[in-house]
């Protein structure tokens, strides 16, 4: 690729087009008038004119009293965006820190591109905010342009992340027309001002070249990037002997003032890959300052073998590369870019793109959490860093990618889960448990190293403590996953600590310990290098600029065949910080707290018998192990899908795990649940989505109303809580109006046209299915479970003696489910199917979204029985393509 890139560029015209930048107002915003405020429900806005930088500014006022959501000021604003751009305008405010979203879109805004800057402190005075074309991306819309050609409408948008009240004021909204960059970027020209010079020899793509510096002369490196470059970061790669352990690296715009770009100290040679974030440079200068060491060489290839030489005399450079932007957006990015350059197994495999499983390591109820990877990493906390283990066997570094991987859970069914890696001659069972109460948990590890071969061997295992989440780059929702700055990492001569947080106390007494920064080789195979390591009995600190620390505890351990040796650790997950544990019986202090732990799950997860013939274990295994992943996810009373991307509560998920919940003997956890969310459901009745620490979210899912009537009569249904379904009757007669309100929006005349009378009754279209998330969609999930609502709240109504309130429920109940019947088949005949349409509007194909209707809705006999039929028949004959690898691609 970059071979391929080298030899484009030779065709590509260097010198800068002829253009003028012209900057152009698109609304100097005198006149507020043109602007509308608006906000999400029970959040006030408005727009005013005001001083500003330039004559008057527009400035949105908000108040976000207590609740989640947005506010907004927009006007239409129609104009054409060339091939490079910035969109800009002077910005200040006032008011907490609160994302910032600047969209265009088209007139109708289904399509909409914007820039979004999440928890933006607004400054006091004007400053100039810019956008450039890159920063503006496609926010969702079911047009298939990616790129933003023709914008009809303009939004600054406040959403809530602090929320409160404040306002922002905007001034001279304008477009810079901008030359557009080439599309291979041209080889930067080297010199070093010697003559004969060797610095071309560090830009021409060949490796067996170099430039070389005596080390003690004065001269440095200045590269011609051809024009004004935007770049994400430098790779260099030394020659084997002649590597700068120090230096320093400038860049300038002009050639004359020059300014500090990175600056590495202590680094290992070999390849070095510098992060250098939204970079703009013509020029840039290397500057050596000190070589590495002898003892501490490396070979270029990265393998990690260690050259024995005289110290060096002399720099040897031989390539430096100029990254794409891209290399350092993030240093997720960065070090998955890394990973690449590496062996595999060096980094987690979710690095490397590929998809990478873990499950969750908690305790009931507990807001903090671990998680251990399919490979056996141990995350330490949510969003934390890891424990990674390594096991160096006859010189050689074994990885997760060396060794054959399973995975279990304590009696099949426990959430104790354990890795073990397999290999000719020996074994390593990687186990982690939380144990303690939700507000003082601590997390283990413990690692079973078995000899299983006919012979003693000597091994090495590295518990290394790693910059990365087992939660994966992929995963991007609420709490990315990827990279886990550490900043700093000291060992005490007792424990790991990272950042001065994250304590990881040894079990045993490990043989070395090793601390390393990013650029002095904080990969596992530099950390186990003989040259790294200390003495365990050793205190040592390190700190690092770019939050790449790690470090490695080592065991030399000698097994006889059959032997095994234990060690472990704990850290504190919530809670304040425990007695340390007696060191040296690493397996007498685990045995005994996994013993403990398993009985309390088993308690909890037996409750509920079932019998079922043995064939069936692993449905048995699946349901109990299901159970204490709600029980480990929850916090507190707060049910919640997950404890990552999904560390949020869903309404649709709450109410269906408290289903659970309630049928597997923990009735009391409903209960709670119910208690907690009905004070967020809003003052119109609208049932909020989702709750997090932010407050309810506004955005209507109109599946929420029926879900939150259900879990209420749930909730009774097997507490006989008279007192809460009273104390939360006013939130479920709310919540039934706004659904009268909702259907009655589609029970007009307008929904009596032909090609509208499918839709006639139902609830309104809203996002609250994934599959609709790029156009809101008329789902029969919303109205299944709408339904449900009705008919639970002529329960509940019964259940509490409003018989006024039963008989009008009941009215609406039986109306709303036959607009649903009627729906359903004229759906099917508008679109010309056979099955029961996911969406009326769409006529698309959901069986498992349909299944609403018969549980929990019970509406199996009534639904057009032919229509249903087709829709599981179909489902089955989709299900069984699949198993045989046929794809359906309507389906
Ligand atoms: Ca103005
Ligand atoms: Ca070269
Ligand atoms: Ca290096």
Redesign the pocket.
Known sequence: MRLAASLFAIAVAISTPAFAQQTRVLDPMEDAAAWKADASTDVSSAVSSVVGHDGRAVRLSYDFNGKAGYAFAARDLPFDLPDNYEISFWVRGEGPANTFEVKFTDAAAENVWWKQTARHDFPDGWSRFVIKRRQVSKAWGPGPETELRRAERVEFVVVAADGGRGFIDIDELSIRELPVDPVVPPQPIASDGRSPSTASRAVDNDIRTAWTLPVGEASVLTLDLGYEREFGGLTLR?GERG?AADYRISASLDGRDWRELATVAG???????LRTPEATARWLRLKPLRPVPASDV?GSS?AGQRLGAAPATIYVLNEIEVEPLAFGADPTVFVEAVAKQNRRGLYPRGFSGEQSYWTLVGVDGGGESGLIGEDGAIELRRAGPSIEPFVVDNGRLITWADVNVEQGLKDGDLPIPSVTWTTDDWTLKITSFADGSADQAQLWGRYDLTNTSSRPRTLTLALTARPMQVNAPRQFLAIPGGVSPVEKIAWDGAQLSLNDTVRVQPLATPDHVALATF?A?SDPQSLVLPSVQRPAGDPATTTDAVGLAAGALTYEVTLQPGERRTVGWVSQLSGETLAPEPMGQASAVLDTVEARLAAEWREKLDRVELTLPPAAQRIEDALKSSLAHMLMSRQGPILQPGTRSYNRSWIRDGAMMAEGLNRLGMAEHSADYLRWYAPYVFENGKVPCCVDARGADPVPENDSHGEFVFLAAETYRYTKDEALLRQVWPQVQKAIAYMDDLRASTRTAAFQAPDQRHLYGLLPPTISHEGYSDKAAYSYWDDFWGLLGYKDAVFIAETLGDAAAAVRYAAARDEFAADIRASITATAAHHGIDWIAGAADRGDFDATSTTIALSPAGEQDNLPPELMARTFDRYWENFQNRRSNRTDRKS
């Not at 680094?267 to 890959?273: L, R």
């Open positions: 030394w590597a680094g290992d040679g070999g390849v070095d890959w490396v990265g650029d080789g």
